[in-house]
């Protein structure tokens, strides 16, 4: 399984990015797929994450509220729309895919990972 997010870039503060992760390879409607970001210096932390059912989204401190994560099984794609974006913001975002069956929310429950994109929020 490889992945590739996409979509990074340079935002002023208050606008909107949507990030996409390709997933090729077998099996995609079974894993979990997960977004996380790194700033500078910070720890890796997690954004949000869904199921292959789509119906139950998780989201981390970070993305409440204005962070939407979606899939398209079909396109073995998820997106991450990110609106009312803050300078604190500013990471490379790393798309995930894992089976875990209980949590989704630690780097642990994730195997295989993306390359990352990076987004610049400017106040």
């Known amino acids: 399984v490889q992945l590739q997010a996409f979509g990074g870039g340079l935002v002023q503060a208050g606008g909107s990015l949507r990030l996409s992760c390709a997933v090729s390879?077998?099996?995609?409607?079974?894993?979990?797929m997960g977004w996380f970001r790194q700033a500078p210096g910070k720890e890796r932390e997690f954004v949000a994450a869904?199921?292959?059912?789509?119906?139950?989204?998780f989201y981390g401190d970070s993305g409440k509220g204005r962070f939407t994560i979606s899939r398209d099984n079909a396109k073995n794609t998820v997106y991450l729309q990110m609106n009312r974006l803050k300078p604190e913001d500013t990471a490379v975002y790393y798309c995930a895919a894992g089976r875990s069956d209980t949590t989704v929310v630690y780097r642990r429950d994730y195997d295989h990972w993306g390359q990352g994109t990076l987004v610049t929020v400017s106040s």
């Open positions: 390879g077998r099996g995609f409607s079974e894993y979990v």
């Open positions: 869904i199921r292959w059912s789509a119906d139950s989204p």
